[in-house]
């Protein structure tokens, strides 16, 4: 059937609407704290749903209903793991972050180890992050390519791809360079809401398609063992059980939400933080609640073609979902569900647009340029973020002859969350790791996750919680037998909870006292408390 110039219009109504309300934020932008923090004024509940949004994109809605047409509802069990991580982050790092005006994950790492170490994960999240985004924003093209294939029909793929990798990604830096993170997390609000609502709007739709409704599904889901969750069998070879869920799936979100920017920089941009918590916290209920939706979209989806075979087989699980919009919805309603799958890609490319240039910027280029001014590093701010919009627009096209896209997303990222989490591990759990102990364990530890992605069969759900271990007690062995000089207030000084310690250099952290504000640079005022 084919989308038709009504599906067309409600596509193109709705980019132009969610730029134009992303780029009304433009005047809370005027310095660091307002451009990358929202100047600490966004309620806990839009942080949390702002949450979900930035880890959604559009291969998780397009990929996670193929594993449940493929298999069974076990990704979930990766999930219990996520909840468990949200704890220990509320538990572990988040006390951390609000002690000082910290902007960025890694300034934190300068305050416990030094500038060295705090460059190394700075630099390894810049480039792991964005390979893996590219991969994300891959996932555009997928659903793109189905949708216009009529109205594209005379193009190459090649040239379909970079005509919906372009546009999604021009429009997301539009909003995104403008208005900072304000713009992003009340536009991921409103995206949420859009694909939430777009995959309830196709849940029904395949229950008025099946004959006999829910009935229909549940039995024919049933016997062929789809709504199967949990899987207790000690396999280390298997992706999804319940112990590399449990296991991994906690240092994947201990790792993806406590260390990595995307996420840190929304706790950060809390009004407190109590807020900070109770956000990330309300994000996995959330979140548990959208995997399961999407799963039993797949679910439904395997029930439909076995009772309405499609005329071709599919050649991979993540096009299932797309062509039942594209070939199966009405029209009108086919346009709001693709609305709602480029949704989640805008979401989840201006998340990470935001953070890649806080990272640039603050770990980079304040640090080399500490005399600049503040209307100075906001420009530099923007231009970061077009920059970063050019490179992950190269490399979604480079990732097009990539594999199934959400589980080679995932993968690309567990590679630097081993290491980094063990380092931020490192400097808040013990008081005699030092800087050069940290870098060896790092250094260790990432290697070990690079050969386990390339060279072994080690599923990456352990990818996070090996490479954790690893360079925890590496960089703890090593800062045993190279030990650094106690330095009083310096960089290496224990994150001890009950103590003050420094979060710039020079600048003390007692929320009761003033601080030098972001980078050095005074006259920030006292972040704002609920």
Known sequence: MGLNALDVAV????LACVTLFGMRFRKRTGTLRGYFLAEKTIPWWAIALS???????TLTIISVPGMAYEHDFGFLQLVVGYLVGRVIISVLLIPHYFRGELVTAYQLIERRFGQRLRTLTAGLF???RAAAEGVRVFAVAIVVGIALSNLLGGMSALGRDVAAIGIVTLLTMIYT???GMAAVIWTDVVQLAVYVTGTLVGFFTILRLVP???HTVYDMAAAADKFRVFDFGWRPLAAYTFWSGLIGGAFLTTASHGTDQLIVQRLLASRSERQAKLALLASGAMVLFQ???FLLVGAMLYVFYRLFPPAAGFARADTIFPTFIVTRMPHGVSGLLISAILAAAMANLSAALNSLSSTTIV????RLNPLSSEERRVQWARVATVAWGLALFVLAIAARRGGRVLEMGLSIASVAYGSLLGVFLLGVLTQRANERGAMAGMLCGFMLNVYLWKYSRVPFTWYVALGSVATFVIGYGASLLHPSKPNSGLPG??????KPNSGLPGTPLHPSKPTTGLLGTPGLPERRRS
């Open 51 to 57: 949450i979900v949004a930035a880890e959604t994109s």
């Open 126 to 128: 810049l480039i792991t």
């Open 177 to 179: 360079f403008e208005g």
């Open 363 to 366: 770990d980079f280029y304040s």
């Open 212 to 214: 006999g409704g829910w």
């Open 11 to 14: 596509i193109a109504v709705y």
């Open 291 to 293: 995997f399961a939706l």
């Open 493 to 498: 000084t224990p994150l001890h909870p009950s």
